[in-house]
């Protein structure tokens, strides 16, 4: 088993920054992948970004390119979304998922959530 707990939500103004934070406990030795997702009232839960445990080769959604940067610290089985920019359509409750079983075909852990609130 995993345990996956989320950090750093919160009220920010547009254009500001927030740094999110998942660390991982339990059987961790095995991860292939760590991810975000993101779910907006009313819709569907959507991928953000995501990050190899091993080599650290990083993928991004279309609307966050250039603005987020996904990055882990394996000493620690952390993951981290450094968030700038913000805007007000990031608002969401954010998940991190760590894909420990699937090799790139899901997930298997999630987070509680963290809400991340961006004011316009």
């Known amino acids: 088993q995993v345990q996956l707990v989320e950090s750093g939500g919160g009220l920010v103004q547009a254009g500001g920054s927030l740094r999110l934070s998942c660390a991982a406990s339990?059987?961790?030795?095995?991860?292939?992948?760590m991810g975000w997702f993101r779910q907006a009232p009313g819709k569907e839960r959507e991928f953000v970004a995501s990050i190899r445990w091993s080599g650290g080769t990083t993928n991004y959604a279309d609307s966050v390119k250039g603005r987020f940067t996904i990055s882990r610290d394996n000493a620690k089985n952390t993951v981290y979304l450094q968030m700038n920019g913000l805007k007000p359509e990031d608002t969401a409750v954010y998940y991190c998922?760590?894909?420990?079983?699937?090799?790139?075909?899901?997930?298997?852990?999630w987070g509680q959530g963290t809400q991340v609130t961006v004011s316009s």
């Open positions: 339990g059987r961790t030795s095995s991860t292939y992948r």
């Open positions: 998922a760590f894909d420990i079983s699937r090799r790139g075909l899901g997930y298997d852990y």
